[in-house]
Structures are given as C-alpha cells and as structure tokens.
C-alpha cells in the first residue's frame, strides 16, 4: 500500500479514506495557491525555499529546517520564494488515527490541539533534529517489503513522539514570532476578532490606515491569496469548530457570517467536500466513538 505521494491532496485523501495517514515530499515552487482546510492533522518539515505561512490569523516567517503543526480547524496558506527550490515534506494524520494509537500516558494530538494566543505553530529545529526527522520521512520513499505497513506505522508513531517533545520544549513555552508586517498582522488579527461580522475590504482598509489598493495589494503579494478568501477560511474554520461541537447546520450559518442559509451551504461544500448537515452527522459519530474509547 503506497503512504508517500507526489500531491499533497492524495496524501490527504488517503489519510483521510483510511483514518491513518498519508506523506507527500514536493520540490514544485509553486505550491496551491488556495488557502484552505481539511479534515486532516498536519506536520510540515520544510527544508529549502520557504517565505511565508499563514495558518488560521497567524503568520510565519518560513526558514530552512522550520516545522509546522496545525489542526483540521485551522485554513493555511504556504508561499515559497520563487528563486529557490521549495523542498518540504508533510505528514497528513487523520484525528482517528490519535485515538487508535494513543495510550493513557501519551496523547500523540497534544501539540495539535493546544493552542493560544501566544503559542506558536511554528517550531524551529536544530541540525541534528532536522537530521533525525528527515530520515523518518525518507523511509516512506522505499518499500521494505515484509511488514512494510507496520514499519511506516512505526515511523509515524516516532514522529509524532519526537514532533510533540520539540513542541513542550519551544512551541509551548516561547511566544508565538510572527512576520514583521504591522499592518497585515493588524488585518488578520482584526479578521478574526470580526468574521461574524459584515466585513468589506473598505472597512478593514479604513482599520489599517491604508487604501483598500494597498491592502490588496500587500494581501497578496505576502500571502499569494486574496483578503476575501481569507475572510471566508477563517468562517468556515470557525464552521467546522461549531458543527464538530454539535450545533445546528442554521446556529452555525448565523454565527459565521452567513445571513444566507442557502449560500452557506454551498461555499461549505466547496471548501470541505461535504455538506455541513453531512460533516455534522459524521462528526457525531466519530465523538461518540471517541467518548465510547475514552470510557473502556
């Protein structure tokens, strides 16, 4: 069964189909120009041509050997300097497969669900932790044969040992260092605070002291994405976080911005694959399953 592949939409699809996992290593300088969510957990070790991560209000500057964690409720966005080889690989985790694979003493999701203002997703990583990871990932690039499957499961399972210890040991503790850009930090922070509000380019330009050109202009040449489609990730962010917790397809329509039912309905479906009365059903289930784990 193959685990590596050369688009990170399979590596998602089959984490996503099998509730485990899927790795993808790209060079491509060009990555998804979309910001976007899934339904899965994500490692991200970038080891050339990084610039620049937006992850749910948060901005990264993006350095050689820097790892990144995010969760399936936060949209991001990676851009890659256009001159250099963008060499990264990212290791997509289904949440079920935290609950098969945890134990009492070791919750393998805690770098991925703790989270704050002041926590960062973002870990810088030393020579010698950037040697030992990557050489995790490599395994995934050969087939060992015999027990193939188990010794990925394994690989996996040390990555996510190690990836959670870097995380208690800086992520957790240092504050979150975010790009030095004032004005697009101010933006996206009011964005956030804003989104179930009515927000229009002219209000959030008239917030930085900037014209709604500017603004644009900044957006994207920052971020490779569009002010307009940032607002609308953090909404259906937030979305997935409501009907995840239970709430009503219309409750969750109304407390993201959406005063059209019918509309929300449809950018939904187009950003997550499925319908929010379908992700809502799902979602019962897999929090029954997970309470039924906890109690055995």
Not at 98 to 114: M, P, Q, W
């Amino acid at each position: 069964m193959p685990f590596l592949f050369s688009k990170c939409a399979d590596a998602i699809s089959h984490a996503s189909d099998t509730r485990t996992f899927g790795v993808y290593y790209s060079e491509e300088q060009n990555p998804d120009l979309n910001i976007h969510v899934h339904d899965c957990c994500e490692v991200l070790l970038c080891l050339s041509g990084g610039k620049s991560f937006l992850i749910d209000g948060k901005a990264y500057d993006v350095n050689d050997g820097d790892l990144f964690i995010l969760n399936q409720f936060e949209p991001h966005k990676i851009t890659a300097d256009p001159n250099l080889i963008f060499a990264r690989f990212v290791l997509q985790i289904h949440p079920e497969y935290f609950i098969a694979n945890s134990t009492e003493e070791t919750d393998l999701s805690r770098c991925f669900y703790t989270r704050g203002d002041g926590i960062s997703n973002k870990i810088a990583l030393n020579d010698s932790e950037i040697a030992e990871i990557e050489q995790l990932f490599i395994l995934f690039r050969s087939d060992s044969g015999f027990g193939d499957d188990i010794l990925k499961n394994a690989a996996v399972n040390t990555i996510l040992v190690l990836v959670n210890q870097y995380f208690m040991k800086r992520a957790e503790t240092k504050k979150a260092v975010y790009i030095d850009d004032e004005m697009i930090m101010n933006t996206i922070f009011y964005i956030n605070a804003h989104f179930s509000e009515e927000l229009t380019l002219e209000r959030l330009a008239k917030k930085s002291y900037v014209s709604v050109n500017q603004l644009c202009k900044l957006f994207k040449k920052r971020f490779g994405t569009t002010v307009a489609k940032y607002i609308m990730s953090k909404r259906i962010s937030e979305a997935k976080k409501l009907l995840s917790q239970g709430k009503s397809v219309s409750d969750t329509a109304l407390a993201c911005g959406f005063s059209d039912y019918a509309n929300f309905i449809r950018v939904f479906k187009k950003f997550v694959g499925v319908s929010p009365g379908k992700y809502n059903f799902s979602h019962k289930k897999f929090n029954s399953e997970k309470n039924r784990i906890a109690k055995s």
